[in-house]
């Protein structure tokens, strides 16, 4: 038996659906397309609840700045004849304020970088043997050196002997971190160390180190 045969025997659609294991829906859809001549008929688009208060919502949001929370907005909102859910309310908000945010963010200024500016340091481990690396970003400059242990005392050593093999300190960043210093494994997370970064900020504002052979930092090549 159809379906069609089996709705206009039993008279509903759950009826049907009983008769034919199926679902009331799917009996709905079989018979509404049976009734348009075998076409699927065109979906009704449902309004939505919150289309009243659209305007409402992205006034407050755009005047806020993208900064109104739901909570103060949603008794405007019931004013103006909102009868949703509190959820569905929240909803919209976080939506028209995510929208907001993507056509007025304030933009991020990207990087310039030039050869010899900045100096990238790490330490690793492999099989009992710390290894204390440094590369000089943007060119093929690097120094590796073993140590026994990743103490503050040995990672001072290790750039002071690295600044020695570099004739100068990378003057980027003498207020902020002329370096990269980590202590620790990258696999187990970056800990700057503080002691580290003043002795660091420190050489780099000695005069006699900012004007060593900076402009031949971007060639030198150092396997060492």
Not at 48 to 56: I, K, T
Not at 130 to 152: M, T, Y
Not at 159 to 187: I, K, M, Q, W, Y
Not at 193 to 219: C, F, G, T
């Amino acid at each position: 038996m159809t379906i069609i045969s089996a709705y206009q025997d039993a008279g509903t659609y759950r009826g049907a659906a009983a008769i034919c294991g199926t679902t009331p829906k799917t009996v709905k859809r079989v018979i509404q397309r049976a009734e348009a001549g075998g076409v699927r008929p065109e979906p009704k688009l449902r309004a939505r609840n919150y289309e009243v208060v659209l305007d409402l919502v992205a006034e407050r949001v755009k005047k806020s700045a993208g900064r109104i929370s739901a909570t103060r907005l949603l008794p405007p909102a019931r004013t103006d004849g909102y009868v949703g859910s509190d959820r569905n309310f929240r909803r919209l908000i976080a939506q028209a304020k995510k929208d907001w945010r993507v056509e007025h963010h304030r933009g991020r200024r990207p990087a310039i970088w030039s050869p010899g500016e900045h100096l990238v340091i790490d330490w690793g481990s492999r099989g009992g043997v710390h290894v204390f690396c440094a590369v000089l970003a943007w060119s093929r400059w690097r120094f590796v050196r073993f140590a026994a242990d990743e103490k503050s005392t040995t990672t001072l050593a290790m750039l002071g002997e690295c600044f020695a093999e570099l004739g100068g300190v990378p003057p980027a960043g003498s207020d902020h971190a002329p370096a990269t210093a980590t202590v620790g494994n990258r696999h187990h997370g970056h800990q700057t160390e503080p002691r580290v970064r003043h002795s660091i900020n420190y050489l780099a504002r000695q005069p006699d180190r900012r004007r060593a052979r900076k402009p031949a930092l971007a060639y030198p090549f150092n396997r060492s």
